[in-house]
């Protein structure tokens, strides 16, 4: 039976694995990304992550497409009590151009409070629901105040709109400053934070020097993007082997160093061990990490996903952790640098 985890001191409790859906209208149409998301439904999964700015990267695509497959398909389901869903507000939506190809001011995007709100209401439509469980702030803005940020954010949860908030690529000290804030104006707090964290060097020392201790120590939850930084932990990307087809592959060989590489070694090893592919090993160490809730996930297709769910049932080893953190060491890597 899976035991679902409480994100952080929130009363929401999450699947595992989150599921990621920047691929949804990107490199998954709309029918697979239906797919996928009834597998992982029907799998136990509760869990959706989302953000408005999908897939602005797109031709021609305004954002809002990752939102709204995911709204049809709650609405076609009839499911919307069944999920978590999660959002975010920040990036630049549906620029506006001046007719001659440069960008002018139209204040769609960022954190202040018209752009907040105006973003949120949005988000809703494109969702068809008339609340979000989870909403976070993308990145950090610096030409807004985090008091004004804050503010607006409490404003969306005491009309119904929002249930909780969290951020997104937030340092430890913004995440600091964030939590002071709200408790100093008696503001909504942020009861999560979404890192990039992963197995690969320096992905982990970065979350882990600073960030991991905060959140362990003032009860954040942790549902982490790119855990299997960008498939690299799938296994398949190797040094010195042809590449596969996929969109991101190029950028999966820049990191394939030779440390990098020693890791996916060690995760085939230990998978070896129990019957499991490379992947399920690197979620399944992350998951018995410090303050972790729920690594988010993507997949491109139903069978991808449901080798990624094989994670939940895989148990390693105190023997096996010790393995694997000992490989990816970034203190060890430093000192060696070092010397």
């Given at each position: 039976?899976t035991t ?7 009363g ?9 859906s ?11 990304s ?7 439904h ?13 897939t602005?990267w ?12 995911i ?5 076609n389901r009839?499911n ?7 959002t975010?507000v ?6 506006i ?8 001011i139209?204040?769609?995007e960022?954190?202040s ?7 949120c209401?949005?988000?809703l ?5 008339d ?8 990145w ?10 804050l503010?607006?954010?409490t404003d969306l ?12 690529n ?6 600091m ?5 709200s408790?100093?104006k ?14 690969l060097?320096?992905t ?6 600073e ?5 362990a120590?003032?009860g954040v939850?942790?549902i ?5 930084g ?7 990307y ?9 969109v ?5 060989t ?17 998978a ?9 090993v ?11 809730t ?10 991808q996903l449901?080798?990624?769910l094989?994670?939940v ?9 010790e393995?694997?953190?000992?490989a ?12």
């Amino acid at each position: 039976m899976t035991t679902y985890r409480k994100l952080g001191r929130s009363g929401l409790h999450l699947f595992p694995l989150g599921l990621g859906s920047m691929q949804f209208g990107w490199s998954a149409d709309e029918a697979t990304s239906h797919g996928i998301m009834d597998a992982y439904h029907q799998a136990g999964g509760n869990f959706i992550d989302t953000a408005d700015i999908y897939t602005t990267w797109t031709p021609g695509n305004p954002g809002g497409v990752s939102e709204e497959i995911i709204g049809r398909w709650m609405k076609n389901r009839g499911n919307r009590d069944d999920i978590v869903v999660a959002t975010k507000v920040r990036g630049e939506m549906g620029g506006i151009g001046d007719g001659q190809g440069r960008k002018t001011i139209h204040q769609r995007e960022g954190l202040s409070r018209r752009w907040i709100i105006k973003a949120c209401e949005d988000s809703l439509k494109r969702l068809q629901t008339d609340h979000i469980d989870l909403y976070q702030v993308h990145w950090v803005d610096n030409q807004t105040p985090i008091e004004e940020t804050l503010s607006a954010l409490t404003d969306l949860v005491r009309r119904g709109y929002v249930r909780y908030i969290g951020c997104s690529n937030y340092s430890a000290w913004r995440l600091m400053q964030a939590l002071w804030t709200s408790d100093r104006k008696n503001l909504e707090s942020f009861v999560s934070v979404q890192p990039e964290y992963s197995l690969l060097s320096p992905t982990r020392a970065n979350f882990e020097r600073e960030l991991m201790p905060v959140c362990a120590e003032y009860g954040v939850g942790v549902i982490p993007w790119s855990p299997l930084g960008g498939g690299l932990l799938t296994g398949k990307y190797r040094r010195g082997q042809p590449l596969p087809d996929s969109v991101r592959a190029s950028g999966a060989t820049e990191r394939l160093t030779e440390q990098n590489d020693a890791v996916i070694g060690t995760l085939e090893t230990v998978a070896s061990r129990h019957g499991a592919k490379p992947a399920q090993v690197a979620l399944a160490w992350m998951l018995a990490q410090p303050a972790m809730t729920a690594p988010i996930v993507g997949a491109n297709s139903v069978t991808q996903l449901q080798e990624l769910l094989g994670t939940v049932a895989l148990k390693l080893t105190p023997e096996d952790l010790e393995e694997i953190s000992k490989a990816s060491d970034w203190e060890r890597a430093r000192t060696e640098l070092e010397t």
